[in-house]
């Protein structure tokens, strides 16, 4: 099984450039964040035109997410469990038999005195209460998308950047901690333990071309899923787009035996 991971930032501006990367990856889930459009403005058409079933959660021209998959899924979940109020569009999920798969993009929380931080970390609580439940339903879980945290200094190209900024804070970092506590591996660490390598840069400065970026989208599978991580990549020529209008995202694509 083929999955990946894309914050496309904005779906009208990426469609051409979502599609084109579909026909060469082909992943058989793909999850996505950052659509910035309604569930009715979402381009199931198009996906459908690739062989591909979809379910959006987006209520606005801001936030919303996807996924994305060769097999119809069994069931769609929208929002957490709790049903927890003010929770904004930014988690769906569609479960495949015993496999649930979750598509996340993570508040960004903008500064550590800004009130969206506090909510980010309670957004955060939420993810994990909502993977203990789907845990402790039996179920294998693979969480994935923007998560907006760097969860190491080997994540950021210069941590002292980031000194009293977001996405670096112990806080933050703790949180993502919390999800590991319970079985869950980053895939992509696991694979590649040293290396430094990004998934997001800044248009701005020429971030990409110089290597200032960080590692903050993610893919977490469940210990089980995590043995059969054979093989993972980010795909920086997505991030390039020379025809195409690019996302300041690159995807993640991991592949499981």
Same mark, same amino acid.
């Given at each position: 099984m083929r999955m990946a991971t894309w914050n496309v930032?904005? $779906?009208?501006?990426? $469609?051409d450039r979502v599609k084109e990367w579909i026909s060469y990856a082909g992943p058989d889930i793909i999850c996505l964040q950052e659509t910035k459009v309604k569930d009715e403005d979402f381009p199931y058409g198009d996906f459908e035109a690739l062989g591909y079933f979809g379910c959006h959660f987006g209520v606005s021209q801001w936030n919303g997410v996807a996924v994305l998959s060769k097999m119809q899924a069994d069931s769609i979940q929208v929002g957490f469990s709790s049903k927890w109020q003010g929770q904004e569009a930014r988690m769906v999920a569609a +479960? &495949?038999? !015993? *496999? #649930? %798969?979750?598509? %996340?993009?993570?508040p960004n929380g903008r500064s550590l005195d800004d009130p969206h931080y506090q909510f980010? *970390?309670? #957004?955060?609580?939420?993810?994990?209460? !909502? %993977?203990?439940?789907?845990?402790?339903?039996g179920r294998s879980v693979i969480v994935a998308g923007d998560f907006n945290v760097a969860p190491t200094d080997l994540d950021v190209w210069d941590?002292? +950047? &980031?000194l009293g900024a977001t996405h670096v804070s112990e806080p933050e970092r703790e949180a993502i901690r919390s999800l590991e506590s319970l079985g869950m591996i980053d895939i992509f660490r696991k694979l590649y333990p040293t290396q430094r390598i990004y998934t997001w840069w800044d248009f701005r400065q020429g971030a990409f071309h110089k290597g200032q970026g960080l590692r903050i989208d993610l893919v977490f599978a469940d210990t089980e899923l995590a043995e059969r991580a054979s093989w993972g990549i980010v795909d920086r020529e997505a991030r390039k787009a020379t025809e195409f209008k690019p996302s300041d995202h690159a995807p993640v694509i991991i592949d499981f035996s």
């Open positions: 930032n904005s $779906i009208r501006a990426r $469609i +479960t &495949f038999g !015993e *496999l #649930w %798969v979750a598509s %996340v993009y993570v980010k *970390l309670s #957004w955060l609580e939420e993810l994990r209460a !909502e %993977v203990s439940h789907q845990r402790a339903m941590p002292r +950047t &980031f």
